[in-house]
């Protein structure tokens, strides 16, 4: 006897809604911990250079924010359509400009530097965890502008991770500074 096959359940658009609602829903509580994270870790240094790295993520982070909310309101009040539209109208950000430290700034920041250190290896984490989230929900999402929007703010994050390893690497590698290359301080 022939086993019978099992018919497959195909998604309403009503089930395709509410996958976008909690993934969408899902990115806008990662970037509000986003904001949460570099805000305290805004308040644990001191030097102007990592205040103004950690202005600079947090001004990105508010973006991702204001943009997920917009797709996720759209797609609630009035569907797929506008959401998707909402998410075309996305065009990523800008590159952000590296503000090389000076020698002045680096020997204050070498005296704070394993709470700093720690601060940037926990960023790092999150942007990669950003990343792949974004990626994994994008490959999830039948809607190709709300993909692909997804695509672009997953690449960001991981622009944003390189930004702050350039950064770690320019307070831990003393070497860049006096003419010499990977010279590391001891932690």
């Given at each position: 006897?022939?086993?019978?096959?099992?018919?497959?359940?195909?998604?309403?658009?009503?089930?395709?809604?509410?996958?976008i609602l909690k993934y969408i829903h899902l990115a806008i509580e990662v970037e509000k911990r986003g904001i949460a994270f570099y805000t305290e870790a805004k308040k644990t240094v001191d030097d102007y250079n990592m205040t103004r790295l950690m202005?600079?993520?947090l001004e990105q982070e508010h973006i991702h924010l204001k943009f997920f909310t917009e797709i996720y309101e759209a797609e609630n009040r009035r569907g797929i359509l506008d959401a998707a539209k909402k998410a075309g109208e996305y065009h990523g950000q800008k590159s952000v400009k590296n503000p090389l430290f000076g020698m002045d700034q680096l020997n204050k920041i070498v005296k704070q530097k394993s709470t700093i250190y720690h601060l940037f290896n926990q960023a790092i984490e999150f942007e990669q965890r950003g990343h792949d989230l974004y990626m994994e929900l994008a490959r999830k999402i039948k809607n190709k502008k709300i993909a692909d929007f997804l695509k672009m703010v997953a690449h960001e994050e991981l622009r944003h991770r390189d930004f702050i390893r350039m950064h770690q690497d320019a307070i831990y590698d003393t070497g860049y500074w006096l003419g010499m290359e990977h010279v590391r301080l001891q932690t």
């Open positions: 006897m022939a086993a019978k096959k099992k018919k497959t359940v195909k998604k309403s658009s009503k089930d395709d809604k509410s996958d202005d600079v993520l």
